[in-house]
Nanobody, 123 residues
Framework: QVQLVESGGGSVQAGGSLRLSCVVS?????VAWFRQSQGKEREGLVG????????DYADSVKGRFTLSRDSASSALFLQMNNLKPEDTAMYYC???????????????????WGQGTQVTVSS
């Protein structure tokens, strides 16, 4: 089973930036970033297909977060700029087969999850 390991979380002030990393043990999967804050449902932020196509960004992060991939290492990155207190959450990367399409950011469709990395934004 594919394994994912996130890193790069931390505590920043509003307006600051963080860059999250996700190392994926195998290629060929659809991979996406999610987050979950206390008391809320897990939210899909953005995903990428094996060929490099990137899904739409969630409205909550559009224009502030950017997904990229190092094709040589299969690592994914999430550059997060202009962070807001409402971005405080545990951030996860997850992978699934792309058999039924590559655009979905529905959490239940993702079968493999990393352990998460905490992001805390103070005002």
């Amino acid at each position: 089973q594919v394994q994912l390991v996130e890193s790069g979380g931390g505590s920043v002030q509003a307006g600051g930036s963080l860059r999250l990393s996700c190392v994926v043990s195998e290629i060929g999967y659809c991979v996406a970033w999610f987050r979950q804050s206390q008391g809320k449902e897990r939210e899909g932020l953005v995903g990428i297909a094996p060929g490099g196509a990137i899904t739409d960004y969630a409205d909550s992060v559009k224009g502030r977060f950017t997904l990229s991939r190092d094709s040589a290492s299969s690592a994914l990155f999430l550059q997060m700029n202009n962070l807001k207190p409402e971005d405080t959450a545990m951030y996860y990367c997850a992978a699934r087969s792309c058999l039924h399409g590559w655009r979905s950011l529905e959490p239940h469709s993702y079968s493999s999850w990393g352990q998460g990395t905490q992001v805390t934004v103070s005002s």
